[in-house]
Structures are given as structure tokens and as C-alpha cells.
């Protein structure tokens, strides 16, 4: 089967076709960097990583676009709350951003370019637009775009012109023409950054940037744009306007979407207060545990998360790891007809959740093999298709060292089991458990009250 991914633009899964033979460009919607990225944001950076280290696995040259918004109404905001300079905020952020990222293994993209560093690149494709009759200066100082100027408004979201509906945004600015017009560029107000501009001072709108950094970046038509769930309408709606209203060409071939992150049933972010900080997370588990439970379900579903998940996943993970870390040599042949099956439903709109499912048939074939040539070559191809997903990259040690990898319950288990050993008199299996616990940092305590335990 060939590659093919949903595509939110024809609602269907398509063969992906790149413009350029074995090239392809793309262009993903990063971070407004006003706070600390929460797990939300990894779910929708790790869909789009997956897609990355896919398509280099399967021989193409990536030129791939991840932009920073580092100017926008929240990064003013929360500089004023934090007495701060808006700079230093950004900066500050972008560091933990990618400290976050590093950790939790993003492939770096080909270009990180920032929104406040492509504001005459912005200033010129408006005044291209205001030339072109899709927008205008109005009254109030601001520039709008003249949605009904764009007859295919609405085809990636499916929505018709005359069916949407502005609500409160109506009340952002009176001197619009239309409600359903969007601002790329507002005049600036008292103690807000501001930039020159054929209109005076002000600030681009936000969807603008993205138009102009895939432009520079990757040219007026490209293969492949992404972005979180929320980001599909307005967002990208309007990107394809701007964008493909100045060029007049097609914008992007494909455009995917992750699913949304829910946290007991509603979507994590940080208005509604509900999100779990990457920082804290890492404090308690190896980052690839979180990589785990983000690849094990499909990138397009929705994920609800509790606190039950990264201790499944944590479990999970280190059964793969246990099967690696009990290979002696390993092989340099790969199974072909693993390997086979994985590209298969990797090609299958990045299935994920099988792919998982094909590491842990791996798994089993080396828990059971006898034959250590086999198993080598098991081994090699958990190690080499684990690679594709992220996985498995840690040395076993550290990883089994990182915190306790054992649910309480399954260390109440083995000591159950040892004390039953040590009242028939089997101290070898008694020693065999408490070595095993040790070597995943469980320390075994034994009093005249009984056995306790602590972590390492
Ligand atoms: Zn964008």
C-alpha cells in the first residue's frame, strides 16, 4: 500500500503525492509562546513528529517549517501581568519550549522562524491584498480581509460563507465591512510593540504570519500543512484566503489535524485550568513514556487523559524494554516480514496504535525464542522500527532506573510471591525477586513486623 494520509481538505484518505519527487515541504503551526507547554501541545507536536520521522524513514528529504508566534494579545497580556518585557518573556519561554522539546525527543524542524521576524514580509503580502481587492484600510486604523472576496471561503472547514457566523467577534471592531472579516493588522495602541507600516504603527493580525513564514520558507504551493485541532477553523481557513488569494495558486496539497487531548472529558488547555505542565510530568516519568501514551492511540482521535494512562503507558513501555534488555547480542539482519507489516499500517494514515501492536508481537517472539540468531534479529528489528516511533532509545538501565516502573500493586505481588518462596524454603527464588525488584529501584526491607518496601 502506498502512503496515504487523511487530508481535512477533501475529507478522505488520499495517496500522498509530493510535488517535488522525493521531496516534501511542510509546514506546521507551532507554539504562541506566552507559558510552559503543557501536554495538550505535545499531543499535537508528537502527531506531526511521527508524520516527520515517518517520511524520513521512508526516504524523504523534509524540509520541515515549525514557526514561533512571539507577538499576539495573550504574550502582551501575560508580559503586563508578570511586569516584564514582552521580549524577555518570549525568550524565556522559547528556552523551557525547547528544553521540553529536546526532552521528549522532537525531531528539530528545518526552520524555527519567528512571527516578529517576518513583519515587512507581512506588511508587503497586505499590501498586495489590499491591490488585489481582498482588503481594505478602515475607518478605525485597522486592515481587514474582505472574506466574501474569497468565493471559496469555508472549503476546509466545510463551512458555507452565508452559514457562519461571526457572534461576539462582531464587537471587535466597528469599522468592518463585514462581520466575517478578519484584521491583519491592527493600529497600535498605547504600550503595545508596534512596527511601521504604510497604515502607520501597529502589529499583523495573527493568521497572517503563517502565510508569510510558509511563503519564505516553502514557496506559494507546498505539500503538506498541519496543525493542532483548534487551529482548523479560523485559523488555517484563513491562511488559505490570505495565502492563496495573493498568489493565486493552490496553498497547501494536504492539510492533517491531531485529535484533541481531553482531560476528564474536556480539552486540556490552559483557560479552563486543566492541564497537566510537560515539566511536572517529566519529574515523575521517562519522556518516553509520555511519547508512549501519545503514540498509542491515533493521531486524528481524541485522547482523554487521566492519571491512570502514563502509569499503564510506563508499564506498557517497559515490557519492551525488558525484552531488548534480555537479548545478549544484537543482530544486524532485520525481520522483512515485520518490517513489512509495520510499513503497512505506518502507510495507513500513520497508524500508530497497530505499529505498537507489531513492537509487541516483536516482543513475544523474543520472550519465547530459543534460537539466538533469531532472537538477535528480533531484537534488531524492535530496536530499528521502535526508532521510527521515537522508542526504545535509552539505554534499558537508565530507563528502568528512572523511577519506579512497578505499580504498587505489582510490588505488593512480588513480595507475596517471595514470602511464599522464603516459606518453602526456596531462597533462590526469593533472591531472584528481590534482585529483579532492585534492578527496577524497588529496595526490599524485611523486619520481624514483615517485608516493606521504598524506591531507590
Ligand atoms: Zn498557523
Known amino acids: 500500500m502506498a502512503l496515504r494520509f487523511y487530508n481535512s481538505l477533501t475529507n478522505k484518505k488520499e495517496d500522498f503525492i509530493p510535488i517535488h519527487e522525493g521531496e516534501v515541504g511542510m509546514y506546521v503551526c507551532g507554539m504562541t509562546v506566552y507559558d510552559s507547554c503543557h501536554l495538550g501541545h505535545a499531543r499535537a507536536m508528537m502527531a506531526f513528529d511521527i508524520l516527520v520521522r515517518y517520511l524520513k524513514n521512508q526516504g524523504y528529504k523534509v524540509n520541515f517549517i515549525r514557526n514561533i508566534t512571539d507577538v499576539d494579545d495573550k504574550i502582551i497580556e501575560r508580559a503586563i501581568q508578570n511586569n516584564e518585557l514582552i521580549s524577555d518573556l518570549t525568550q524565556r519561554t522559547i528556552s523551557s519550549m525547547h528544553e521540553d522539546f529536546l526532552k521528549l525527543g522532537l525531531e528539530l524542524p528545518t526552520a524555527e522562524p519567528r ?3 517576518h513583519i515587512s514580509g507581512m506588511v508587503e503580502m497586505i499590501q498586495d491584498l489590499i491591490e488585489k481587492g481582498h482588503a481594505y484600510h478602515s475607518s478605525g486604523g485597522d486592515v481587514f480581509f474582505a ?7 469555508g472549503k476546509l472547514s466545510n463551512k458555507n460563507i452565508d452559514d457562519l457566523n461571526p457572534g461576539s467577534r462582531i464587537a471587535e471592531d466597528e469599522s468592518k465591512q463585514d462581520p466575517l472579516d478578519f484584521v491583519l493588522w491592527k493600529s497600535a495602541k498605547e504600550g503595545e510593540p508596534s512596527w511601521d507600516s504604510p497604515w502607520g504603527k501597529g502589529r499583523p493580525g495573527w493568521h497572517i504570519e503563517c502565510s508569510v513564514m510558509s511563503l519564505k520558507n516553502l514557496g506559494e504551493h507546498f505539500d503538506i500543512h498541519g496543525g ?9 481557513e484563513n491562511e488559505i484566503a490570505q495565502s492563496e488569494c495573493s498568489s493565486g495558486k493552490q496553498f497547501a496539497n494536504y492539510w492533517l489535524h491531531s485529535g484533541l487531548l481531553k482531560i476528564n472529558g474536556e480539552k486540556m488547555s490552559k483557560s479552563l485550568g486543566n492541564f497537566a505542565m510537560l515539566k511536572d510530568l517529566f519529574v515523575s516519568y521517562h519522556p518516553e513514556v509520555l511519547r508512549y501514551y501519545l503514540v498509542s492511540s491515533h493521531y486524528r482521535s481524541s485522547l482523554n487523559f487521566d492519571n491512570a ?6 508499564s506498557a513501555l517497559a515490557r519492551l524494554y525488558q525484552a531488548l534488555a534480555s537479548v545478549e547480542g544484537m543482530g544486524h539482519e532485520l525481520d522483512q516480514d515485520m518490517m513489512k507489516q509495520f510499513s503497512e499500517v505506518m ?3 500513520l497508524n500508530t496504535p497497530e505499529a505498537l501492536s507489531i513492537l509487541f508481537q516483536l516482543a513475544k517472539l523474543i520472550n519465547n525464542s530459543s534460537d ?3 532472537t538477535a534479529k528480533y531484537a534488531a528489528t524492535l530496536k530499528e522500527l521502535s526508532g521510527v516511533l521515537g522508542l526504545l532509545q535509552d539505554d534499558p538501565k537508565v530507563f528502568f532506573q528512572f523511577g519506579s516502573l512497578l505499580l504498587d500493586e505489582e510490588i505488593e505481588q512480588q513480595i ?10 526456596d531462597f533462590q527464588t526469593a533472591d531472584q525477586i528481590r534482585e529483579s525488584l532492585l534492578k527496577q529501584g524497588i529496595i526490599l526491607d524485611d523486619s520481624s ?8
Not at 309 to 314: F, I, N
Not at 416 to 425: E, H, I, P, V, Y
Request: glycine residues 4%; charged residues 35%; without cysteine.
Open 115 to 117: 512571527a516578529t521576524d
Open 147 to 153: 472574506v466574501r472576496t474569497f468565493p471559496e471561503y
Open 228 to 236: 493542532g485541532p483548534d487551529l482548523l477553523f479560523p485559523h488555517h
Open 309 to 314: 494512562s502514563l502509569d499503564q503507558a510506563r
Open 347 to 349: 502507510n495507513d494514515d
Open 372 to 374: 539466538s540468531a533469531q
Open 416 to 425: 507475596a510471591l517471595r514470602n511464599k518462596a522464603r516459606d518453602t524454603k
Open 449 to 456: 513486623e514483615g517485608t516493606t518496601w521504598k524506591k531507590s
